[in-house]
């Protein structure tokens, strides 16, 4: 790829993650971190009956790639559901991995495009999304009655 993986979009990215805070009083938090490269991030959300993310606080240390990522993740999430979250998570890992011709349809989703041939960054890059899943799972799961 000619495209420098740290572009400057990507930095410009990467300084400005929206919702970069926890939540007080969050449904659910999750903290998942890369084995692969360390980057870390935790994930509050509180989710509306429906399932809907409704709120969300990001924190993450992560490469700028990782946090360019979040800062995709931060301006997309609000309003959708984790079936939503997942699907644009495999929308973006199956690019990665060669599977699919595209990213996806998240604004901005495409600027990860840089780091396909870089398999060391994928697993920064989809951290978020997997904090995020997982924290809305568990919020809904609190949710349901046995």
Not at 69 to 74: E, F, H, L, N, Q
């Given at each position: 790829m000619s495209e420098a993986l740290y572009s400057r979009d990507i930095l410009r990215m990467a300084v400005s993650i929206p919702h970069q805070h926890r939540l007080e009083n969050p449904?659910?938090?999750?903290?998942?971190r890369s084995r692969t490269c360390g980057s870390s991030a935790i994930i509050d959300v509180n989710v509306?009956?429906?399932g809907l993310i409704k709120e969300m606080g990001i924190e993450i240390n992560a490469c700028a790639l990782g946090q360019a990522?979040?800062?995709?993740?931060?301006a997309e999430a609000i309003g959708k559901t984790v079936d939503q979250i997942s699907d644009a998570r495999t929308n973006l890992s199956g690019y990665l991995a060669g599977e699919r011709a595209d990213s996806g349809d998240w604004e901005n989703i495409d600027m990860l495009d840089v780091a396909k041939d870089h398999k060391g960054r994928h697993a920064a890059i989809l951290l978020t999304f997997d904090a995020l899943i997982e924290?809305?799972?568990m919020a809904i799961a609190k949710t349901k009655v046995i």
């Open positions: 449904d659910a938090s999750a903290e998942r509306s009956p429906a990522s979040a800062a995709i993740v931060g924290a809305c799972e």
